[in-house]
């Protein structure tokens, strides 16, 4: 289907299947996410005293080093859980894959909230602990290809965008959840109170949040595309080896693309609340305040994004995000640094208008990317090591920058540089992948696009 028809093609009604997917997909990762985050915010707020308290005897610094590479560790993880639920995934179901990746990342979330200290336990509380982070990578890995195909593949051809949409806005929303859970409690409670036991609320709760998500997401039928290619038994007898032997150059594009976004999103998530305590003298609820602001902004561009992606392609909307990145990355530094509550929280806000762009149509580009039967595995690990290039170890290089340098304009250098390599990667991306049969490859075979990649 050429580009034009696609994009003129009429909009349906949503069935009511659809809204289930959409709601499925939507909660789980709102859900998964929240987990996730909690656990950066944790990173930045307290667990360099409680859990890395040797380190941070000698070197406070230091201690917090430990801590922000505490949240890279999972992300080395995820190519792995992302191998392990790309195999799961292309054989048995998209749907499978989401309830065991969820109930993985809610257990180890739970288990977090109420692990010993290092003052209880000594050295087998941070042991403890970086194994229960592992298992959030693992989960994390497989969460997201799951739910962006699962709504991607529910798609009509022309909403793609629009329905890809919902898992990427359930970033946002989890980043909101997390960023509401600390700023009530930190609202709430004495100082003491928060490092005593405040802080384990958020990742207790997680253990309800599951119940729901896992409730949802078991009525959600399997996707179409899975379901068809099952009947017509064209399932990859080994899609992880066809990936890597046939499909390595999308996969590494596919990599490049999600990093920038990755990185200069935990700043947002993680870093700039944490640093406006420590570096700027604000308060935790004014950091926190200006992070609820960033969230809503993100959410509502990642909003946009998937949306106008169907109607001025999903390159070109990726080109506009990232554009906005490079740009804004180091001015925004000379407003934060400000210290005053709005003007820290505007220039929040200003990168999330690249954030949305260059996030908000990923589920739809990345689908489209790869061949049904490997399609799984390929959306999968490239969002993997997207995240290993990118969001591992972002908190971390930043840190470092600052301390090494102390000036905090040069992280933004770091994360233009990110920008520019992840607008280049997505400018290879053939412009005529979007509106492709997801079905079958027939169309991929017209366009010539499975022999380009072979010949890789």
């Not at 997917?21 to 709102?30: D, E, K, R």
């Not at 987990?35 to 380190?55: R, S, W």
């Not at 899609?239 to 996969?251: A, C, D, G, I, R």
């Not at 340098?405 to 053939?430: D, E, H, K, R």
Request: charged letters at 15%; hydrophobic letters at 50%.
């Amino acid at each position: 289907m050429s580009q034009q028809a696609y994009l003129s093609k009429e909009g349906h009604e949503m069935t009511r299947e659809e809204k289930k997917v959409l709601a499925g997909t939507l909660v789980g990762t709102t859900i998964e996410w929240y987990d996730f985050f909690i656990y950066a915010q944790a990173a930045g707020f307290v667990l360099a005293v409680l859990y890395f308290e040797p380190l941070g005897e000698e070197n406070q610094a230091l201690a917090q080093l430990v801590a922000w590479a505490s949240i890279g560790i999972s992300f080395l993880f995820r190519p792995l859980g992302a191998i392990l639920a790309g195999w799961l995934g292309d054989r048995f179901g998209r749907k499978i894959v989401l309830v065991i990746t969820l109930m993985g990342m809610g257990g180890a979330t739970f288990l977090i909230g109420v692990l010993p200290t290092f003052a209880t336990m000594g050295i087998a509380a941070p042991v403890l602990l970086i194994c229960l982070r592992i298992i959030q990578g693992l989960s994390a890995g497989g969460e997201w290809g799951g739910a962006a195909l699962l709504s991607v593949e529910h798609a009509p051809r022309h909403k793609r965008g629009l329905f890809g949409m919902y898992p990427q806005i359930g970033v946002p929303l989890g980043m909101l959840l997390a960023t509401v859970f600390m700023f009530g409690l930190n609202a709430l409670l004495t100082e003491e109170q928060f490092l005593e036991w405040g802080w384990r609320i958020p990742f207790i709760f997680s253990f309800v949040l599951i119940i729901v998500a896992f409730e949802i997401r078991r009525r959600v039928e399997e996707s179409p595309v899975f379901t068809e290619m099952k009947e017509r038994k064209r399932e990859s007898s080994a899609p992880l080896k066809e990936l890597v032997t046939t499909h390595k150059k999308y996969t590494f594009l596919a990599a490049l693309i999600f990093a920038a976004n990755n990185a200069a999103g935990y700043l947002v998530i993680a870093f700039f609340a944490a640093y406006g305590a420590a570096e700027l003298g604000m308060t935790r609820t004014q950091t926190l305040s200006a992070s609820l602001i960033g969230g809503v902004g993100w959410f509502i561009f990642t909003m946009f994004g998937g949306w106008i992606s169907d109607r001025i392609g999903r390159v070109l909307t990726f080109q506009i995000g990232y554009g906005i990145i490079i740009v804004w990355a180091i001015p925004m530094w000379f407003l934060l640094d400000t210290g005053v509550v709005w003007i820290f929280a505007l220039a929040i806000v200003i990168l999330t208008m690249g954030l949305g762009p260059s996030y908000g149509p990923q589920s739809a580009l990345y689908a489209e990317m790869f061949p049904v039967s490997i399609r799984f595995s390929g959306v999968s690990i490239g969002y993997a090591f997207g995240s290993i290039i990118g969001g591992a170890f972002a908190p971390l290089i930043a840190q470092a920058i600052l301390d090494g340098t102390g000036q905090s304009w040069l992280i933004g250098v770091y994360i233009s540089g990110l920008a520019i390599m992840s607008f280049i990667a997505v400018s290879l991306v053939p412009k005529k992948l979007q509106g492709i049969n997801l079905h079958d490859d027939s169309d991929r075979e017209e366009l010539q696009i499975t022999p380009k990649l072979k010949s890789d």
